[in-house]
């Protein structure tokens, strides 16, 4: 795997943790499992161009919105990013390789809350859950700096 797919896999990985985040889901997983799983993005990638180019999409809307000082546009390219990953598989490869990493309680815990959060987005049409990464995205520094280095 390149350098760049290895940045891609670390944006994709923390974009998924930070929506997770907001949608009040802590996913305890520890850096090892969090390696393994920026790994299996990473090689997801290499495989998958049409995935390559949503994260490419992503990274140039997103800089675009920041340069325009505009949470709104940033929320949109996250949720976009977000629809492209669950339309690729991507994100189901994250989901298995976090659920795989952790124990059954935590499991159990886990897909509960994925569940009622993915009932709650759906039924607003995602409006609640772009509100909230609205409010969240401008205190996201680190997963901007990832974004910013491209």
């Known amino acids: 795997m390149?350098?760049?797919?290895?940045?891609?896999?670390?944006i994709?990985?923390?974009?998924v943790f930070f929506v997770s985040d907001v949608m009040g889901i802590k996913i305890p997983v520890s850096s090892k499992v969090k390696s393994r799983i920026i790994q299996e993005a990473g090689k997801f990638l290499w495989m998958n161009p049409v995935a390559r180019v949503a994260i490419k999409t992503f990274i140039v809307a997103f800089k675009n919105a920041w340069r325009k000082?505009?949470?709104c546009e940033m929320a949109l390219s996250i949720l976009k990013l977000i629809m492209d990953l669950q339309a690729t598989g991507l994100l189901w490869t994250i989901f298995e390789s976090v659920f795989f990493g952790m124990g059954k309680w935590d499991r159990l815990i886990t897909f509960v809350q994925v569940s009622?959060?993915?009932?709650?987005?759906?039924?607003?049409?995602?409006?609640?859950?772009?509100?909230?990464?609205?409010g969240a995205v401008l205190s996201a520094k680190s997963l901007i700096d990832l974004i910013r280095e491209l």
């Open 116 to 134: 009622l959060n993915v009932t709650a987005t759906l039924s607003t049409g995602g409006w609640a859950l772009g509100v909230k990464i609205v």
């Open 12 to 15: 994709i990985v923390n974009v």
């Open 69 to 71: 000082d505009n949470p």
């Open 2 to 10: 390149d350098s760049l797919t290895w940045k891609y896999a670390r």
